[in-house]
């Protein structure tokens, strides 16, 4: 196939999607419900073209000039280099030398306003044009068969002139949603959707139906309708981004724990601490962290759980000076609120921490709130997968902390993530002497050897993590309450309450 000239849309999320932008002198369709971005979408389009030094025209049928320079300067942009032709104009026209009365035909009305259209492009010759909207000339042709033909000619009408071409058509319950006609005429299809969740922002996204000759990416994107224009997040795909790395392990700066892992766990996995509130996860996880920074390796924490304040407090009790690590530049901390986050917008910040800013290893805690950005479980579950792929693809060290529901007895997690993950850190309570303390093993390591002994965890200010030696004297550890049954000399220390 030979190469296409393409054009940039303005909008770089969407150039990557189409894999470098749109084929030039084609008539694509741009579709989507009210409030989805299909007017920003088209002004992005056409102010690209006025940086390139294009002629553009925007056609507008149901807004005015002054309301597209209202919306334009939303996003501080300016409509200077923009040729509007607005419907009022066709309506002086029509009306100027036709006698208006009840009885005048629909018909006379649609031809002439086409007509006014090939006007004003004949005037112009613009490159590009944005047609906003369809529902317009929808109304105006009173039937499916007369749109059509009218959608044809102007098709007919643009192709010898080489302008690309985006037609806008509003789902507004006119139609149903994905017009058939529309869709066999245009080269190209872009649908955007606005969707309103039980709780939190709305969530947008688009995809590309077709678009004939362009290996695209498929797929629905995630946007957002920010100042600037839309902010397009296209669907992370692990196996484009594969990396060269060497596989060595990555300690923790403390030996007992990295000897539950045989050193380690390797560059390119990941690795699964998981647990009930308060046995430990976020300190073991800061402690690989801490570690890491010190070597002066880009690190990088996204906090959907704990303010990052405590976070910077709780870890200074514990001798790790995480604001000192910030200062250097060796560690970035992203606070992110779930309810305003898309998983897409998640993707795209985790894929810039890595490619921009060099991340060897990379905290997210927690998974529950990851799977409060997200209300289905499956999409969770894969988008998460691909993700890690992409991690692990590039070299990153990935810990994820895992909360388990409940203190003691059985313990069940919110999603069962653990086989995504190449080692599990399992974290537990316990009872010894009449006391309450925990245990640290590693239940599986895909990426080489593992302990299978249990031992005592301890975690203080003054000794910061401790692992004890294996613990050999214990009973009902599959039952969910694991009970120490041995000698106390084999105990640590009482662990200190104030940590």
């Known amino acids: 196939m030979a190469e296409q000239n393409k054009l940039k849309t303005g909008n770089a999320g969407l150039d990557d999607i189409l894999r470098g932008g749109l084929p030039a002198g084609r008539m694509y369709l741009v579709e989507g419900s009210p409030g989805s971005g299909k007017t920003t979408l088209g002004l992005e389009f056409l102010l690209e073209g006025v940086r390139r030094g294009e002629p553009v025209l925007y056609i507008t049928l149901s807004e005015s000039r002054e309301e597209l ?127 309103t969740l039980d709780f939190g922002a709305a969530r947008r996204r688009l995809q590309v139906q077709k678009l004939r000759g362009v290996d695209y990416v498929a797929g629905y994107h995630d946007f957002n309708i920010r100042r600037g224009g839309l902010d397009v997040f296209p669907r992370l795909v692990a196996l484009d981004q594969h990396a060269d790395f060497v596989g060595d392990p990555v300690p923790s700066g403390n030996d007992e724990l990295d000897r539950l892992v045989a050193g380690g766990p390797l560059r390119g996995t990941t690795m699964l601490i998981t647990g009930p509130a308060g046995t430990g996860k976020t300190t073991i996880a800061l402690q690989y962290l801490d570690a890491a920074c010190r070597r002066g390796e880009p690190c990088a924490i996204f906090e959907f759980d704990e303010r990052i304040g405590t976070m910077f407090t709780r870890a200074r009790a514990l001798g790790i000076d995480l604001g000192g690590h910030v200062a250097r530049g060796h560690l970035r901390v992203h ?16 894929q810039r921490a890595v490619d921009r800013g060099g991340v060897r290893l990379l905290v997210i805690d927690s998974l529950n709130g990851y799977l409060a ?44 993530v653990s086989y995504v993950a190449d080692t599990v850190m399992l974290l537990r309570y316990f009872e010894a002497e009449g006391r309450i303390r925990k245990a640290i093993s590693i239940l599986k390591n895909r990426s080489g050897a593992h302990e299978d002994t249990i031992r005592e965890l301890r975690i203080s200010s003054a000794e910061g993590v401790q692992v004890s030696e294996p613990l050999s004297a214990f009973r009902g550890v599959l039952t969910g309450t694991p009970e120490y049954v041995g000698v106390s000399p084999a105990l640590m220390e009482a662990p200190d309450r104030a940590s």
């Open 69 to 195: 320079m209202v919306v334009a300067a939303s996003h501080g942009l300016s409509l200077d280099g923009v040729s509007v032709f607005e419907l009022a104009s066709a309506d002086e026209a029509i009306g100027h030398g036709a006698e208006q009365s009840i009885l005048h035909p629909w018909e006379a009305e649609l031809g002439q306003t086409v007509a006014l259209i090939r006007s004003e492009v004949e005037r112009i010759r613009p490159a590009r044009v944005v047609f906003d909207s369809l529902s317009e000339l929808r109304l105006l042709a009173q039937d499916s068969l007369r749109f059509r033909r009218q959608v044809l000619a102007l098709k007919q009408f643009f192709d010898p002139r080489g302008t690309t071409v985006l037609l806008v058509d509003d789902l507004a319950g006119l139609i149903p949603a994905g017009d058939g006609h529309l869709h066999s005429i245009c080269h190209g299809v872009i649908t955007l959707e606005r969707l």
């Open 335 to 350: 606070q992110v609120d779930p309810a305003e986050l898309s998983p897409g917008e998640f993707s795209a910040r985790v």
């Open 373 to 416: 950005a997200m209300p289905q479980e499956q999409q969770l579950i894969l988008q998460l997968h691909e993700l890690l792929s992409y991690l692990n693809q590039k070299g990153v060290m990935t810990l994820l902390i895992n909360p388990q529901h409940g203190m003691v007895g059985t313990m069940s997690g919110s999603i069962d």
